[in-house]
């Protein structure tokens, strides 16, 4: 099984613990310390995990993430860096299935608010790794938009989603796709065709699971 989750969870406890606390991000309103309490209340909080998807209880997750980025910076990257082994979402036996995306795109959501950022050269089967979440899951992220949209990352392979309607490519390599589904777009690295109108729409419509 491959580790590509796990060689980019310690990339990004090794770049939050060289920029601080206090270093911008990619995700609105948050800054580093704001992304490592998100990733550290997902793994070690299950009852406030579910507040990332369910709105009922975002009230109680907000409380619990705030508790956790006002600890000690380098006790919090320390619990970044070595999740639980019960954790639901971490366990050895997930981690790379559900991980491998999840901390790609947080270790770009860092790297890419850095004024000295620049695109890294992943290999190619960690391409592959991040390209298979992009298949599974562009359907359920783009359901809602009013075209046809083809992902194409060139080798690899591509997927239509979309909800039907005039027809937009957008061609990139699968990080670069993972990040542009994620809703990520205006940092993703990607070249759109087709439907000029809609291509505009897609760059700046809410995307995301």
């Not at 409380?63 to 000690?72: I, K, L, T, Y």
């Not at 491998?100 to 795109?105: D, K, L, P, R």
């Not at 993972?178 to 109108?197: I, K, M, T």
């Amino acid at each position: 099984m491959s580790r590509y989750a796990r060689r980019e969870r310690l990339a990004l406890a090794d770049l939050l613990s060289e920029v601080g606390p206090d270093a911008p991000t990619l995700c609105d309103g948050w800054a580093t310390r704001d992304l490592a309490a998100h990733l550290v209340t997902r793994e070690r909080r299950p009852d406030a995990a579910l507040g990332i998807v369910l709105k009922p209880v975002a009230a109680h997750t907000r409380a619990v993430q705030e508790r956790f980025a006002a600890r000690d910076f380098a006790d919090l990257i320390a619990e970044l860096r070595e999740p639980p082994i019960w954790s639901p979402v971490s366990n050895p036996l997930l981690d790379e299935l559900v991980n491998v995306t999840e901390m790609f795109i947080h270790h770009e959501d860092a790297r890419r608010a850095q004024p000295d950022w620049s695109p890294r050269v992943l290999a190619s089967a960690h391409q592959a790794a991040l390209w298979d979440r992009v298949r599974r899951t562009a359907r359920l992220a783009l359901r809602r938009f009013p075209a046809t949209v083809v992902l194409d990352a060139g080798e690899f392979g591509a997927v239509t989603a979309g909800a039907g309607g005039p027809r937009v490519t957008v061609t990139g390599d699968p990080g670069e796709l993972s990040l542009f589904v994620s809703g990520r777009q205006a940092y993703a690295r990607v070249e759109l065709g087709g439907d000029a109108g809609s291509a505009e729409r897609l760059s700046r419509a809410r995307l995301g699971i």
